[in-house]
């Protein structure tokens, strides 16, 4: 059985997922807003640990369709490396269909065009990317790493590649300040990628909002509850989406929205505009929803 290094993240979506760590902890681990992997220290695990794992499950191989490769950003690792593993875990598990990862745009970046297609072709279908916002000036603000530019970029050539993408916009990251900008450009960068999958979450505080605003380069006024769901509409109106499956559906968020686009669009507006319509009674019954 495997021994995890803890603490271990995993996206809902891989709950029924083998876990196998091939890194410990996230590569960048700078952003002002995360504090996942602030108690590790970034290493990419030896080869015979992470073969030793993924051995060491062997005799549930025709259990598992799904595995998900961890830490933060397993994409980090090298070409060769990510290659070798896909092949064990195609070895090891025969009814395996698909292997996923969280990664950041610098990973895919790294990788050419070719190592991209050929990862896809040896199973590695997902990819989970915190895109945050599409905003440059508050990505430059949350210390992110990333610009619109180079993330639409990198994306675009993992989707050309074969490799789907699941990506995330953080509801609240600029607070009052950034919140127009941040809504609408976030919808541009989103409808340039064309991900399958698009999820929202709120901004949170695990440490607490001043050391959220410590961290923040710039003034930051968190927006309340209805202000939140007023950032989203301008964010969902501006979604010009062909095929994408939505979520905004996390503990974190008070309006729980769920649809395809551009199907169910108007219908995820006409849920908004229900709460924004009626505000006082709404934030009420918003709050004491979330607190269930």
Known sequence: MINYHEPLFRPPSEAHSLIIQATLGCAWNKCAFCEMYSSKKFQARKEED??????????????????????????????????????????????????????????????????????????????????????????????????FESTSHALQRARKAGIKLSVMILNGLGGKNFS?????????????????FLSTLVLSYPYGEDHFIKKFNGEFIPLNTIELIAEMKVFIENLELTQSIFRSDHASNYLILRGNFPRDKQEMLNRINSVLDDPENAQLRLEWMRGL
């Open 50 to 147: 992470i073969f030793a794992d993924i051995e060491s499950m062997s005799p549930y191989s025709n259990q598992y369709r799904k595995v998900f490769l961890a830490d933060g950003n397993a994409m980090v690792l090298s070409f060769d490396k990510l290659s070798r593993i896909l092949d064990q875990l195609n070895a090891t598990f025969p009814r395996l269909t698909r292997v996923s990862a969280y990664a950041i745009s610098k990973d895919i970046e790294a990788k050419t065009d070719t190592e991209l297609r050929t990862l896809a072709e040896k199973g590695l279908k997902l990819l989970y990317v915190g895109i945050e916002s599409g905003d440059d000036e508050l990505l430059k603000a949350i210390d992110k790493g990333e610009n």
């Open 180 to 196: 127009q900008q941040h809504a609408i450009n976030s919808a541009k960068i989103v409808n340039k990628i064309q991900p399958e």
